[in-house]
Each structure stands twice: as structure tokens, then as C-alpha cells.
């Protein structure tokens, strides 16, 4: 039996856009304070411009799960700094 491993690549493009983002108020007053938040009517993205581009490949469910376990442990574990002996 063949052992086939499906490899996934993950793209990660980074860059820059300038975008209208259209909201509805029911009053001037609403409308005027940018602390407040309309009904969301429509956004629009222009002029895009990439900045650069990361490819990588994906490891494996065992190692990102590995990986994780390791970090939880570390957070986990507290420090000791020095001699810190009881009298």
C-alpha cells in the first residue's frame, strides 16, 4: 500500500488598499460623531497594491498539535529565578 500525504501550501500576501466604506444614519447628529455606528450599505475596495508574498508549506496536524501542546505547557509552567531555598 502506497503511503500518499496530501501537501498543503499556504500563500500569505501582504499589501495595501484604499477602500469607501458606505453607512447609513437616521440623523445628522448620528452621522457626525465617528464613535457611532450606522446600518452598513456597502464597502468598496480600490486601488490595490501587494506588497510582498509568503509561500510555505503547511506542516501536519501532528506537529501543529505538538507545537501547541508545548506552548500551553510553557505558559503553564511558572518561573523560578535564583535561589529561592526556605529557611
Known amino acids: 500500500m502506497i503511503d500518499i500525504k496530501v501537501k498543503s501550501i499556504i500563500r500569505t500576501k501582504y499589501g495595501e488598499a484604499n477602500f ?14 465617528p464613535l457611532n455606528k450606522g446600518e452598513l450599505v456597502e464597502v468598496v475596495v480600490q486601488e490595490i497594491k ?3 508574498t509568503i509561500v510555505k508549506e503547511d506542516a501536519d496536524e501532528y506537529q501543529k498539535s505538538s507545537t501547541k501542546a508545548k506552548r500551553l505547557a510553557r505558559q503553564e509552567t ?9 529557611s
Not at 24 to 30: A, H, I, W
Request: no cysteine; hydrophobic share 25%.
Open 20 to 33: 469607501k466604506y458606505i453607512e447609513k444614519f437616521d440623523s445628522v447628529e448620528k452621522a457626525a460623531d
Open 78 to 86: 511558572p518561573e523560578v529565578s535564583g535561589d529561592q531555598t526556605q
Open 50 to 52: 501587494w506588497d510582498h
